[in-house]
T-cell receptor, first 113, second 108 residues
């Protein structure tokens, strides 16, 4: 099936540890995105990537890092510098040739204790 | 940057009722999408509708690009319609901006 796969779905980490969230897509989309959602809130853009080996900061990039070594993969690392990392993280992808219609993975719940 | 405002923020309906959700945006857009976030957090694409009207079953959407708003209509609501409805816009670049959402609860 075509789609966007995020893993793990649930993750618990101790404060001060880095954690990496995986995002893989087999839709052959050029653009990929990471959003953060806090309880009861909307989506905020962390990072996005238009092509391989290129990515841009979104609105809340501090404390996060990404890489785009392959078209289908866009992992997000939540570093110890992120002050409030507990949140729901959503990965998305879009094909720019079709109006940038965006599709989402199922999300990853990160809890830092 | 572009501002996206959704109303109402919260909505409670009796099963079977109809509703209209609104999305206002502050600048021209080349893409507008409506999403439904279910209670498990998954975001489901409802419509890609930069202009005009589309229908899919009990749901329909209309975007009036010249007046910078979009409406999502839900008819004969069901409990499974509960969740959060997001409007998202793109102004031609790679950034898609989301509204704060409308939280819908449909009572049985």
């Amino acid at each position: 099936d075509g789609g966007i796969t995020q893993s793990p779905k649930y993750l618990f980490r101790k404060e001060g540890q880095n954690v990496t969230l995986s995002c893989e897509q087999n839709l052959n989309h050029d653009a990929m995105y990471w959003y953060r959602q806090d309880p009861g809130q909307g989506l905020r853009l962390i990072y996005y990537s238009q092509i391989v080996n290129d990515f841009q900061k979104g609105d809340i990039a501090e404390g996060y890092s990404v890489s785009r070594e392959k078209k289908e993969s866009f992992p997000l690392t939540v570093t110890s510098a992120q002050k409030n990392p507990t949140a729901f993280y959503l990965c998305a992808s879009a094909q720019t040739s079709s109006g940038n219609t965006i599709y989402f993975g199922e999300g990853s719940w990160l809890t830092v204790v | 940057g572009i501002q996206v405002e959704q109303s109402p923020p919260d909505l409670i309906l009796q099963e079977g009722a109809n509703s209209t959700l609104r999305c206002n945006f502050s600048d021209s857009v080349n893409n507008l999408q409506w999403f439904h976030q279910n209670p498990w957090g998954q975001l489901i694409n409802l419509f890609y509708i930069p202009s005009g009207t589309k229908q899919n079953g009990r749901l329909s959407a209309t975007t009036v690009a010249t007046e910078r708003y979009s409406l999502l209509y839900i008819s004969s609501s069901q409990t499974t319609d509960s969740g959060v409805y997001f409007c998202a816009v793109n102004t031609g670049g790679f950034k898609t901006i989301f509204g704060a959402g409308t939280r819908l609860f449909v009572k049985a």
